[in-house]
Every structure is written in C-alpha cells, then in structure tokens.
C-alpha cells in the first residue's frame, strides 16, 4: 500500500520466504519424526536435512532481525511524535503519561529479550529502559493522584469509564513493573555462564 517504502517491503518479504522455507522444511522433518520414518532409512534423510534446516533456520534468524529493525526505525520515531502531539494537544496529562509508560514499556521489553541470536541481555540497557519506564510510572500515577477529578469529568470523551480504565491500567502497569524488577534480580543472582 502506498507510500512505498522499498526498504521495508525488501524485509518483509524475505522474512515471509524465510518463514515459508523454514515452515516446509519443520513439516517434512515432523512427519519424519512422528512416523519414526528414521528407523526405516537409519537417519539417513535426518542426517542430510540436518545442514539445510540449519541453514534455513539462519536465514530465518537474520531475516526476524532485519524485518524487526526495520519495523522500529518506522514506529519508534512514528511512537515519539505521536507523544509530542499528544503533549502539544493536551499537556502532560493523563493520555501522555499513558503513552509515555507504553513506549518505555515496549523498549524495556526489548532490553530483556534482544532480537537474533545473542540471547546475553545488555544489563545496563536494562537497568536504563527500567528506569526510564519506572519514571514514566510514577510520573503517571502522580498526575493521576492529585487530578483524579478529571477522570470523573462528564465532558471527557473516556467518561464514564476513565477512571476505571486508568485503575486498571496503573494496576497492571504496576504488575508488569514488578515482573521486571524480579527478571532482573533473577538475572543478576544468575550463573556468569
């Protein structure tokens, strides 16, 4: 669909050639599996699959990456300006700090689960996206705490379910706050290998 953007469509159809290859390649090999068609040939299809299920699963790996790089450099910046709109229209109130919390919330989760092979997580990288979403939090829920009136204003477009949409957003934010914390003393009480 338009506008064009060649970069993006390059990615994701090798992504989608990638998947497909992989796909047809993990269906043969599960066949071969279930039937137990390997006692029959003595591994011998398993064995010369082995190499092409490596390689396919590689260009699979190198073509998640490219495709999810691409994809950030469109909605990272695209997820900023929609924050500065949103400050630009209305301050920083309630559907900023809502926006905010959601963006800082996405780059924790990928400070914990890093794209490609390299599954070592950047400790500072999450230590500073934990941060960042833990202000964000705070900021949210100190707003909210001395403007709770707000939400109850029959004029708002949310009314009536803003302050209960706000509620359980804070709550699970809050959950999703203390999962992090704990994945992280989990990493730090961890083996170095």
Known sequence: LPP????????????SL?????????????TYYELKLFKDDKWAKGKAMHPKLVAAWNRFSTADKNLH??????TKPLAQRV????ERED???????RKKVLITARELVE??????????IDGARYVAAYTEFEKGLDELIAYGTGHRAELSD????A?????????QFVKEANDFKRAAKDFWRCLQDAPAK
């Open 18 to 30: 990638a998947a497909t290859e992989i796909d047809q390649l993990m269906t043969e090999m599960d």
């Open 4 to 15: 064009s953007d060649p970069k993006l469509e390059e990615a994701g159809s090798e992504f």
């Open 91 to 97: 301050g920083k109130k309630f559907r900023y700090g």
């Open 154 to 157: 029959s004029r708002s477009p």
């Open 159 to 167: 009314f009536p379910l803003a302050e209960s949409n706000y509620n």
């Open 111 to 120: 400070a914990s689960d890093p794209i490609g092979e390299d599954d070592d």
């Open 69 to 74: 790089d691409t994809l950030d450099g469109i």
């Open 83 to 86: 924050l500065a709109r949103i």
